[in-house]
């Protein structure tokens, strides 16, 4: 008999570290599904160490290039998280506040990993 043991999806990891820290640099997050949340986080518990400290470096330096980037209002807001599996682009992890939408684009592939991001305001009538 074999048995085979799951290994962690690095692209659900991936997702997981973009939650944790570019989710860190605000005010508050939230993730809107407890189940997605916790399915990230199993896959990336599962994925070799080493993986996860490239995910987290890859992570903590695209938070530095946004927080350059975007005002400082954004990281001021409480914001809820949805991750999304979007068949048509790349996944993506959506920050919704009050006033903004962060909307980070994340492809795991190793040296060649892709992020891109997308800031929307907010408009009342």
């Known amino acids: 008999m074999r ?6 999806d690095v692209q659900m990891a991936f997702e997981y570290a973009i939650y944790m820290m570019i989710g860190d640099e605000f005010k508050m997050m939230e993730c809107n599904s407890q189940w997605k949340e916790m399915s990230l986080l199993i896959n990336y518990k599962e994925v070799k160490v080493d993986t996860q400290y490239k995910l987290e470096k890859l992570c903590i ?8 980037r975007l005002p400082k209002s954004v990281w001021k807001e409480n914001v809820i998280v949805k991750i999304y599996d979007n068949g048509s682009y790349l996944p993506e ?17 190793g040296r060649k990993s892709k ?11």
């Not at 048995?3 to 962690?8: A, E, I, Q, R, T």
């Not at 506040?97 to 684009?105: A, P, T």
């Open 61 to 68: 330096n695209y938070a530095n290039v946004l927080k350059r």
């Open 3 to 8: 048995f085979s043991f799951h290994k962690g």
């Open 115 to 125: 992020l891109d991001f997308e800031l929307l305001k907010k408009t009342t009538k």
């Open 93 to 109: 992890v959506r920050f919704v506040g009050e006033h903004y939408i962060l909307r980070i684009f994340c492809k795991y592939r």
